[in-house]
């Protein structure tokens, strides 16, 4: 049972069944990163699923933009407690770059340009959940909001949604990324409120 | 093994500025925290509504004692109650300390930098204050940027000494005589560079991203910068 902190009072949002426990509406979008912002190069960039038996399979900028894309509205849920509903995406499917990727792996460790990472089972990326998203409310993504591109997985807390996102290593074994060894939850999923690790 | 929510009490609150006031609060076996981590608030309702924000320790290690300090933000939902209503004495929910990342190892002898923007001064703070208590004799500069002198927070903390350097700028209104003009954080203000400096910088998105791209510019190591995003996240604070 939770103490009541007297006086306290509270602003309950019409959105209330929207939101996840403990997180609380945004109207802009607050950034949340380690470190300075990475700059990366179009010309360069290449995005790198590698397998289990370390096949790799890897899109240019150019090849990635030629797939099939889609049009995600999806809410999503920070760590740091904000919450925004109703976001506009354009991007790629992981079903679709996973869809010729043999594998039998079941976790995913995806990297960043930088240092970042994070990771997730593979079935979290599947069926319609995950995609790499270059495009947010009908613009170019920003590079401070993880641009040129970064993965949505809006299920889970954001930071697994990682920035300017560089390839996705396929495991048997799962493998903690970088929040999740600094005692953020290995799954964070908001609707269970899994923040730290132990939640 | 997961964090347990704690019962703190509010024992003494302190006004910084006209809109920000520390709180002191006091937690049974509170298990002590670094400088630079931050707690998990959660304030319910008599019906058993609740809300939870995070916020950064003002304070260095203490005992069962925390200090945090609140920015109010007048249409939020949480900080004009903390900041106006929260009397002494009464109970509040906390969890923590969070956060290994935006941390400063007292034991760390290298020399540190802190790039704070408005409340982003917060767990920066925490950090001078440790290397105060403990004595370190790793230099340590505060680059501390705000909008006017009134905006100003510990103020009578913000005096150099051998080992602490303090820069303060002025975003819009310098007080009289200032030899710097006012304007946003420019690489003169943060430099000169030196690739062994590890650097701290906390404040709003917009400070963050020129603060840490004109320090990565100025040939400050990378991998050394630090970040963290601090503040209003629109009006809900």
Not at chain 1, 110 to 132: C, F, M, Q, R
């Amino acid at each position: 049972m939770a103490i009541v902190t007297p006086g306290f009072r509270g602003r309950r949002s019409a959105a209330a069944e929207r939101l996840p426990p403990g997180q609380y509406l945004a109207e802009d979008f607050p950034v949340l990163s380690a470190g300075p912002t990475p700059q990366v190069p179009l010309d360069g960039w290449t995005f790198t699923i590698t397998t289990e038996a370390g096949q790799p399979h890897s899109w240019s900028w150019a090849e990635l933009l030629a797939l099939p894309r889609e049009t995600p509205t999806v809410d999503i849920h920070c760590v740091t407690k904000w919450s925004k509903l109703d976001t506009t995406w354009e991007g790629v499917s992981l079903d679709t770059l996973l869809a010729d990727v043999e594998t039998s792996a079941d976790f995913a460790l995806v990297h960043s340009y930088g240092a970042y990472s994070t990771n997730l089972p593979l079935e979290d990326l599947l069926d319609g959940k995950a995609w790499i998203a270059f495009r947010y409310d009908g613009e170019d993504l920003a590079p401070e909001h993880g641009g040129p591109a970064r993965l949505l997985v809006p299920h889970l807390y954001f930071w697994k949604s990682a920035k300017w996102v560089r390839g996705i290593q396929l495991l048997h074994e799962d493998e903690p990324g970088f929040w999740e060894t600094l005692g953020y939850h290995e799954y964070g999923d908001p609707w269970r409120e899994q923040r730290y690790a132990g939640d | 093994m997961a964090l347990p929510w704690r019962v703190a009490r509010l024992v003494a609150r302190r006004d910084e500025s006209a809109t920000a006031r520390t709180l002191v609060l006091h937690v049974d076996d509170w298990p002590g925290h670094l400088p630079g981590q931050h707690v998990d608030l959660r304030l319910t309702a008599e019906d058993g509504y609740s809300a939870q924000r995070s916020y950064s320790i003002a304070s260095a290690a203490d005992g069962d004692s925390l200090e945090l300090t609140v920015q109010l933000l007048p249409t939020g939902e949480v900080s004009p109650f903390l900041v106006n209503d929260y009397a002494i004495g009464d109970p509040i929910e906390l969890r923590g300390p969070i956060g290994g990342w935006f941390v400063w190892a007292p034991t760390d002898p290298r020399p540190v930098l802190l790039v704070g923007g408005g409340s982003g001064v917060v767990p920066l703070m925490a950090m001078l204050r440790t290397h105060r208590d403990i004595a370190s004799r790793a230099p340590l500069r505060l680059v501390y940027s705000v909008r006017s002198p009134g905006d100003v927070v510990y103020v009578d903390e913000l005096k150099p000494t051998e080992e602490v350097d303090v820069t303060l700028l002025y975003t819009r209104a310098a007080p009289p005589e200032w030899p710097r003009p006012a304007g946003r954080v420019t690489p003169v203000d943060l430099g000169p560079s030196d690739p062994r400096v590890r650097v701290y910088v906390c404040g709003p998105t917009g400070f963050v991203e020129a603060a840490s791209r004109q320090l990565v510019a100025l040939g400050y190591d990378e991998r050394q910068i630090r970040t963290e995003r601090f503040g209003p996240s629109g009006s809900q604070g």
